[in-house]
């Protein structure tokens, strides 16, 4: 049997169903898009009855989160409605599918038809990755298997990984994914582990642990460890005779399997130093809240155009400020009007604008008699002139408003 090329799964749906081992409910495999396996439930749900972040959706024979445009159907995972779990956040309309779940698994193991698995932490990875059968058991060898980050524990030995591809004839392919060439033991951190736990483990080996990392460049050779497919079946449209046998590596979980010492028996290999070439050189502008930069040779202190706008503008702002507190503004004259000075009496400003010629005009009244009255006026302070000799009044009484006034310079 062979699958179509534009398949992206190679798990064939007839080893795809199985039942949960912790609640016996019927669960459906796929594989995810980040290498790994999920369980789904059998059957569709309709959109309004799921809430977004729990919905997925198959394409391809590979699970994917979200949904299909103009589908309104989606998948659910079993380990969020899973009853031997503990959900601390689930959606308040999934719990009536818990409560269900619940009360079955109950009945049948009052009625004998189910036994679960006795788990130490019951936690959605340990559904989702269950431990293969052929895993070694605490005290024997497991190797962990590098990638960049990504840390994936072996059921066995490195090299006693073997395919799981199926041939022609039907059986599982007893080819091994060992490849000397493509990786190296290497000595790297545990990850961190909180708790008293994880300082014992972190106390015990030292924080370091051996690994066999594959090279971080040659991506077809961490896909084909990914897939567990040996090098005759990394490219073969065989599907999978059994389910992948990786396992993400938890410090607290997997602490027995940790390698402390170097594996012998393996050929020697430098570790791989990969430089990345990050372009040109750049200069950063000086201002602190500013990522600009410039590939040209510039001063110390460079300033990008918009720094250098903005500091212009703001040092011609400031020059104004100073200007304005060491010049206070002009006064203006008795009439409120800017530009003249007042007179004091006595002093040069009084004597130069005395002394200044001014322009006479004539005043015209028109009394209630309706004879005309002229009246020298200053055109400079526009009030009438005394007559000479007199001295003015300090009170008097309102003058009679006259009917009209006008000006004519003489």
């Not at 049997?1 to 992206?8: C, G, I, K, Q, V």
């Not at 019951?122 to 059968?133: D, G, L």
């Amino acid at each position: 049997m062979r699958l179509h090329r534009s398949n992206a799964s190679l798990l064939l749906r007839s080893k795809a169903y199985d039942f949960c081992a912790y609640c016996s409910c019927p669960v459906e495999w796929f594989d995810r898009y980040d290498d790994r396996r999920i369980p789904l439930m059998p059957k569709e749900f309709p959109l309004a009855l799921i809430p977004p972040k729990r919905r997925w959706y198959v394409d391809g024979g590979v699970a994917y989160t979200g949904t299909l445009r103009g589908y309104m159907y989606c998948r659910l995972a079993h380990t969020t409605i899973c009853p031997a779990l503990d959900h601390d956040d689930l959606d308040d309309e999934l719990w009536p599918l818990v409560t269900r779940l619940g009360v079955r698994i109950q009945k049948k193991i009052a009625e004998g038809q189910f036994v679960p698995r006795p788990v130490e932490a019951r936690t959605a990875a340990e559904i989702e990755e269950p431990e293969p059968a052929n895993a070694a058991p605490a005290g024997q060898e497991r190797h962990t298997m590098r990638y960049n980050s990504w840390l994936r524990l072996a059921p066995g030995r490195i090299e006693d990984l073997q395919c799981i591809a199926a041939t022609q004839r039907g059986p599982r392919c007893s080819n091994s994914v060992y490849a000397a060439d493509e990786g190296f033991w290497e000595h790297v951190d545990i990850p961190y582990a909180p708790g008293r736990e994880g300082e014992l483990i972190l106390n015990t080996t030292g924080g370091m642990m051996w690994v066999w990392t594959l090279a971080p460049l040659d991506f077809r050779a961490a896909t084909r460890w990914s897939k567990q497919r040996c090098d005759v079946h990394a490219e073969a449209p065989a599907p999978d005779h059994s389910p992948r046998e990786w396992v993400d590596f938890h410090p607290l979980k997997h602490g027995s399997f940790i390698v402390g010492e170097k594996p012998l028996g393996y050929p020697e290999k430098e570790s791989l130093q990969v430089s990345i070439h990050m372009g040109p050189k750049t200069t950063a502008c000086d201002t602190a809240s500013c990522h600009n930069s410039t590939v040209m040779a510039v001063p110390k202190g460079w300033l990008c155009y918009q720094c250098a706008r903005r500091t212009k503008r703001r040092a011609a702002v400031h020059s104004r400020w100073q200007s304005t507190r060491s010049h206070p503004p002009a006064p203006t004259n008795p009439n409120g009007l800017p530009g003249a000075e007042k007179a004091e009496p006595h002093s040069p400003a009084a004597s130069a604008a005395a002394a200044a010629p001014t322009a006479a005009w004539t005043t015209y009244e028109l009394g209630d008699a309706g004879t005309a009255m002229s009246t020298s006026k200053n055109a400079t302070t526009n009030r009438p002139a005394p007559p000479a000799g007199s001295t003015p009044a300090t009170t008097s009484a309102a003058p009679t408003p006259p009917t009209r006034l006008y000006q004519h310079p003489n």
